[in-house]
Antibody, heavy 117, light 108 residues
Framework: QLQLQESGPGLVKPSETLSLTCIVS??????????WGWIRQPPGKGLEWIGS???????YYNPSLKSRVTLSVDTSKNQFSLKLSSVTAADTAVYYC?????????WGQGTLVIVSS | SSELTQDPAVSVALGQTVRITCQGD??????ASWHQQKPGQAPINVIY???NRPSGIPDRFSGSTSGNTASLTITGAQAEDEADYYC???????????FGGGTKLTVL
């Protein structure tokens, strides 16, 4: 049974870097069948794709966030990570990690990150 | 185009059929996926590809596309189907993932 678990600080100060990790169990980030992505949802609002990464390290980023986003994958730990720099209150959201494929998407439970001093 | 447009809200009587739509130019080239999100929960994928349901999704959920419009149809809506529904696909370049703004489904 695939499980995706987001981990990281729930509170980040403005101008600092938000860092989250998605720990994958019941599946492998090394699989060539999937992309591994991050999607966020501000409180009361819709879903926004942040970016996706392939096991080889190929990345795709939302153009609106590209200058601040870095995705990485660690095949030895079976996890992938998100870094979002220079955060503001507008980055307050529930952050989801997602396994993406032509056979459907699988979502983690999400983690709320609040940007506040 | 990099936009997908959904109606903000739709309602359906219990047991009736409802169609939720998603419009965008990129849908002429790429299939939409549909995701259901209940309050306080993570989304779950209910339709992907031409018309495929992940394991565990009831067969009352189906998907279709015509031109630039993708549709999610729930045949015989149940009370537990009340949720927000989001479509997503690729933008016209195929590189980026885009989401519709979501449709709040109320089952009366």
């Amino acid at each position: 049974q695939l499980q995706l678990q987001e981990s990281g600080p729930g509170l980040v100060k403005p101008s600092e870097t938000l860092s989250l990790t998605c720990i994958v169990s019941g599946g492998s980030v090394s699989s060539s069948d999937y992309y591994w992505g991050w999607i966020r949802q501000p409180p009361g609002k819709g879903l926004e794709w942040i970016g996706s990464i392939y096991y080889s390290g190929i990345t795709y980023y939302n153009p609106s966030l590209k200058s601040r986003v870095t995705l990485s994958v660690d095949t030895s730990k079976n996890q992938f990570s998100l870094k979002l720099s220079s955060v503001t209150a507008a980055d307050t959201a529930v952050y989801y990690c997602v396994r993406q494929s032509t056979q459907g998407d699988y979502w983690g439970q999400g983690t709320l990150v609040i940007v506040s001093s | 185009s990099s936009e997908l447009t959904q109606d903000p809200a739709v309602s359906v009587a219990l047991g009736q059929t409802v169609r939720i739509t998603c419009q965008g130019d990129s849908l002429r080239s790429y299939y939409a996926s549909w995701h259901q999100q209940k309050p306080g929960q993570a989304p779950i994928n209910v339709i992907y590809g031409k018309n495929n349901r992940p394991s565990g999704i009831p067969d009352r959920f189906s998907g279709s596309t015509s031109g630039n419009t993708a549709s999610l149809t729930i045949t015989g809506a149940q009370a537990e189907d009340e949720a927000d529904y989001y479509c997503n696909s690729r933008d016209s370049s195929g590189k980026y993932v885009i989401f519709g703004g979501g449709t709040k489904l109320t089952v009366l």
